[in-house]
C-alpha cells in the first residue's frame, strides 16, 4: 500500500488510521469494474471491510472512499478537490494550506501578508474573480489600533452600538468614546471628555442680521470662537444678500457661552413664540441652519438680552 498522502472527504485522525491500516481481502472484481468505469482504480482494502483506497485516473491521487459510495454512487477525488481549492486560492492571491476540521464549506488560508485565514469557500471564489475584496482581519485590526494611536487613543473593540464604520476607542485622558474610522483617520472630531478644542477656550455670543432670500430680514443668536469668520464662512449664506453681526459679548469658555445661549432660547420661545422663524423656512432658504433664528421685530429683546448678560458679566465689547 502506497504511504502517499491519502485523502479523505473530510481529514479527522480516526479516518488516517483507517486508511493507513491494510485489511487483508482480496479486491472483488466487480469494484474494480465499478471504480474503473467511474474514473478510478481500487488499490487497497483499508480499515475495516467496507473501506478502499482509490486511485484518481486524473491526478494519481488517493482518496479512501466506502465500498457502498463506490457502488452506490460517483466518488469525488478529494485530490482533485483540493487542487480545484488550490487553484482558486491562488487567484484569489492565497495560499490554500487546509480545510475546516468542523464546516466543509471553509477552509483555512495563508494571506500574503503571512496571517491564517479562515475563509468560507464561496468567499474565496468570488475575491477569486474579482467581486470582492476581503482584508485579512489581523493586519486590519493592526492598522485601525494603529490610526487610533497616531491620534492619541487606544483602540478598545467594535461599536457597542453595533455599526461597522463606528469603533470603541479610550483617549489619553482616560474618556471612552464611540468615534468613526474614518473621523479617527483624520482626526476630525473631539474626545467629549476633555474637549480642548472649544469648551475651556474663550468664546462669543453673537447676535447677527441677515436677509435670507424668500424670508427676509431675520436676527440669529448663537455662540461662536469667532463669530465673523461664523457668518462669512460657515452659514452657507449667499455673500450677495445683506448680512452683519451686529453685537458680541465675550464668554469665558465655549461651555459657559453654550449654557447661557440655551437658556436665552428657551426664554424667547416662551416670550416670543410667534417671531420664532419656522424650520420649513428655514429649509427653503440659503442657511445651513435650521433653527434659534428669529424675526427682525425680535431684535430690540435680543438685544436687551445681551445687554443684561453684559451687566452681568461685566465684559462687553
Ligand atoms: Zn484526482
Ligand atoms: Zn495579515
Ligand atoms: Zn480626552
Keep these: ?69 463506490l457502488r452506490t454512487a460517483q466518488p469525488k477525488c478529494a485530490a482533485c478537490g483540493d487542487r480545484a481549492l488550490r487553484d482558486t486560492a491562488a487567484a484569489a492571491r492565497l495560499t490554500f494550506l487546509r480545510r475546516d476540521a468542523e464546516d466543509r464549506h471553509y477552509a483555512v488560508y495563508r494571506a500574503p501578508c503571512g496571517h491564517e485565514v479562515r475563509r468560507q469557500l464561496e468567499l474565496v471564489q468570488r475575491i477569486a474573480a474579482g467581486k470582492v475584496q476581503v482584508r485579512c482581519e489581523t493586519c486590519f485590526q493592526a492598522e485601525v489600533a494603529a490610526e487610533a494611536i497616531a491620534q492619541g487613543w487606544q483602540l478598545l473593540g467594535p461599536d457597542p452600538d453595533g455599526h461597522d464604520g463606528y469603533r470603541l476607542y479610550r483617549h489619553g485622558c482616560g474618556h471612552e468614546q464611540r468615534v468613526a474610522r474614518v473621523n479617527m483617520r483624520t482626526g476630525r472630531f473631539a474626545c467629549a471628555g476633555c474637549d480642548a478644542g472649544w469648551a475651556a477656550e474663550p468664546n462669543r455670543i453673537y447676535l447677527m442680521r441677515l436677509d435670507l432670500e424668500g424670508v427676509g430680514v431675520v436676527v440669529k443668536l448663537g455662540h461662536s470662537r469667532l463669530p465673523l469668520s461664523r457668518m462669512r464662512y460657515q452659514l452657507g449664506l449667499d455673500p450677495e444678500r445683506r448680512q452683519e453681526l451686529i453685537h458680541e459679548v ?68
Excluded at 261 to 279: F, K, N, Q, T, Y
Design 1 to 69: 500500500m502506497s504511504n502517499l498522502s491519502i485523502h479523505y472527504p473530510r481529514r479527522s485522525a480516526a479516518k488516517a488510521a483507517i486508511a493507513l491500516t491494510p485489511w487483508p481481502a482480496p479486491i472483488p472484481p466487480q469494484w474494480q469494474r465499478m471504480a474503473q468505469q467511474k474514473g478510478f482504480t481500487v488499490t487497497d482494502r483499508v480499515g475495516d471491510r467496507y473501506h478502499v483506497l482509490l486511485r484518481c485516473r486524473d491526478c494519481g491521487g488517493l482518496t479512501m472512499a466506502k465500498a457502498y459510495t
Design 250 to 317: 465675550r464668554m469665558p469658555s465655549g461651555h459657559e457661552a453654550l449654557r447661557v445661549e440655551r437658556g436665552m432660547h428657551a426664554r424667547l420661545l416662551r416670550e416670543i413664540p410667534d417671531l420664532v422663524v419656522p424650520r420649513e423656512a428655514l429649509e427653503a432658504a440659503r442657511i445651513n441652519v435650521t433653527r434659534e433664528i428669529y424675526r427682525a421685530e425680535a431684535e430690540p429683546r435680543l438685544r436687551s438680552l445681551l445687554d443684561d448678560l453684559e451687566d452681568a458679566i461685566g465684559t462687553g465689547s
